[in-house]
């Protein structure tokens, strides 16, 4: 019982930052109909900019987290008008190998300046954890979470309560129509790849926090891909949802299976992934579009 | 199909010929006289170079057939050449001879294949990524921990009978001429049809009365049969594969291979690998030069490749989107009308 309460923790802990990673997948994804590969190397990214502003730097962390944070937010603006405009009205295949080949250079870029070494923030939270009820709860977790609601809230309100919110939707609904009502498609475009690209870096910066800041962050970004497919492409409820729901199963499995399958941990949610496709390809809460000739 | 000035099909047997203009001939003979100094120069890096290249071309035709004509994402090809990898080495290893066990792996492969493509009955487009994405981690999971029979992590030895390299480089341009030759003959069959058709519209296709079933799982049979094939030729090769070798990355470079070099187009599959892989033996041999004056540069080697790989791609994307192929017919329309911009 001590061991499920302490996996579901720790997984809801984890769950809610893919639900993060997810989230700017999906936010990319709604307006601009982009699905973005690059997620995962924009949450590695992401986590070493931090490490840059905090520790060779020397900003406190606080600060470090928001000027990493906007950092991202410019550059997602600048990726939108440098590598995405030329590819509106690309055919997919094109749209999405651009997304690789960013990848590819993320990838190159990091390791380039980085290295591949192991890299952690200096702790700023106390060392000893919480208990509550025998489950033991570090800082960091309980950090984590609280950041990632607080992003959650944000963008909930954002979207639903702001006319920069209306109007994003309005072009995930439909470009064209969207166009004509006089909302600045390209400006949206440019403001979706910000918002998906700081979301990103935060989750990463929070990935740092409680495991280390390395080069396979990049491949645990990649986690978002069941998460967004779970939770279905559309949805943000979904990416928070599935978010949780992957991240909760992978510690169990990981705890109950790892005995049995070593390293099942790591491909549980890409055998999910592969499962949903196959029996509910449109997720929790995606959108059934009707295809017409 | 474009034609030159002057050159009209006269039967069938003219029609149906793959080796048809002046040209080609000129382009086949080419190839023979370049094998055959490689073969002569006895310098073991080029043929060492001229066999990589080969067996990557034998793949990416398999990645073409499914993604250029068919119009299905894969981005789990490498996983797919690790299964025909591994197949063959532990068949040889068992002292099943190669002619036997470079067979089954592209037909164990191609089955595997077969299982993966199943979900793209359902969904297309993004999803389908996302399903040959999982495809890809599942795949090299089992690989990696399928200790006993794989032996995990560090490679299983892939014993050949051929151990001359030069005979080995005889085999492989055999199999790429072979697979070539296949490859066209696949693409104006009835299937090679259809895949265009699913291709442009699927539904469409499906309305007209072909099988999506029956042709987009044959694509991905297709597909992977190169893959295996292709993957055993490479562990062989090298007499051990690792699991390294076939990374999600490797999928992502079989897809640029088939992005720069031109979708829909096999002479286009030739120049993206050529090209690419060229650039980066150029990389590899500029830092070996530059690890003279400084040392620490092989740190850097492989990050650098990644960046010009991904530079390259977004280059070809935005500027020449349809290919190398598509600039292989420009120039040859300028040269045939040179010096005046058209036809006066």
């Known amino acids: 019982m001590q061991m499920i309460l302490q996996g579901i923790f720790t997984g809801l802990a984890v769950g809610a930052i893919y639900g993060l990673c997810a989230l700017g997948f999906v936010i990319i994804y709604k307006s601009t109909g982009i699905l973005n590969v690059a997620q995962g190397g924009l949450v590695m990214l992401g986590s070493f900019l931090c490490y840059t502003f905090s520790v060779t730097i020397g900003f406190p962390m606080w600060l470090s987290f928001i000027a990493s944070v906007a950092l991202a937010f410019l550059l997602g603006m600048i990726i939108d008008r440098l590598l995405f405009r030329p590819m509106i009205g690309q055919p997919l295949l094109g749209v999405v190998m651009m997304t690789i080949a960013f990848l590819s250079i993320i990838e190159g870029v990091t390791i380039f300046i980085w290295s591949v070494n192991y890299y952690s923030y200096s702790t700023v939270f106390p060392e000893t954890p919480i208990e509550v009820g025998g489950v033991i709860m570090s800082h960091e977790y309980v950090w984590a979470m609280g950041v990632c609601l607080f992003f959650f809230i944000l963008v909930g309100f954002f979207f639903r309560y702001t006319r920069i919110g209306l109007k994003m939707r309005a072009v995930s609904e439909d470009q064209l129509a969207a166009q004509a009502a006089g909302v600045g498609v390209k400006t949206i475009f440019s403001l979706s790849w910000a918002i998906g690209t700081a979301i990103a870096a935060a989750g990463g910066i929070i990935l740092g926090l409680i495991s280390m800041v390395y080069f396979g962050l990049s491949f645990i970004g990649l986690k978002a891909m069941p998460v967004v497919i779970l939770g279905g492409l559309e949805s943000i409820l979904g990416a928070i949802l599935g978010g949780i729901i992957i991240g909760v199963l992978e510690n169990l499995a990981g705890i109950y299976l790892e005995p049995y399958l070593s390293g099942i941990k790591d491909v549980a949610p890409f055998v999910v992934l592969m499962i949903i496709l196959i029996i509910k390809p449109h997720g929790l809460f995606g959108l059934e579009r009707i295809e017409r000739i | ?344």
């Open chain 2, 1 to 344: 199909m474009y034609l030159p000035c002057g050159t009209f099909n006269e039967s069938y047997r003219l029609d149906s010929a793959i080796v048809r203009t002046k040209a080609h001939v000129a382009w086949c003979l080419a190839g023979l006289v370049f094998c055959l100094l490689l073969l002569f120069s006895g310098s073991t890096y080029l043929i060492h170079f001229a066999t990589l290249t080969a067996i990557t071309i034998i793949s990416a035709l398999g990645l073409q057939v499914l993604t250029g004509y068919a119009g299905q994402f894969s981005i789990a090809h490498a996983a797919f050449m690790a299964v025909g990898a591994y197949t063959s080495a532990i068949l040889t290893y068992h002292g099943v001879p190669l002619y036997l066990s470079l067979p089954a792996a592209a037909v164990v492969a191609g089955v595997v294949g077969l299982i993966f493509g199943l979900p793209s009955l359902r969904i297309k487009g993004f999803y389908l990524l996302m399903a040959t994405f999982a495809a890809q981690f599942i795949i090299m999971y089992i690989i990696t921990h399928w200790q006993g029979l794989t032996k995990g992590e560090f490679g299983h030895p892939a014993p050949t009978a051929i151990q001359d390299e030069r005979a080995y480089f005889i085999l492989v341009m055999v199999c790429l001429v072979a697979f070539t030759i296949a490859t066209k003959n696949i693409l104006r069959s009835k299937a090679g049809r259809a895949f265009v058709a699913i291709n442009n519209n699927d539904l469409a296709a499906e309305l007209m009365g072909i099988s999506l079933y029956r042709y987009k799982l044959l694509a991905f049979f297709i597909s992977c049969l190169y893959a295996g094939f292709a993957g055993g030729l490479y562990a062989h090769f090298y007499r051990m594969v690792m699991p390294e070798a076939f990374s999600l990355h490797s999928s992502m470079w079989f897809l640029g291979y088939l992005l720069v070099g031109g979708l829909g187009s096999v002479p286009g599959t030739y120049f993206g690998v050529i090209l690419i892989m060229g650039l980066n033996e150029g990389l590899t041999n500029g830092f070996a030069v530059l690890i003279n004056i400084y040392p620490e540069v092989t740190r850097f080697l492989a990050p650098f490749r990644q960046v010009v790989f991904g530079l390259v791609v977004i280059l070809f994307l935005i500027y020449e989107p349809r290919g190398l192929a598509n600039s292989w017919e420009k120039l040859k329309k300028y040269l045939h009308l040179w010096p005046y911009p058209y036809w006066p």
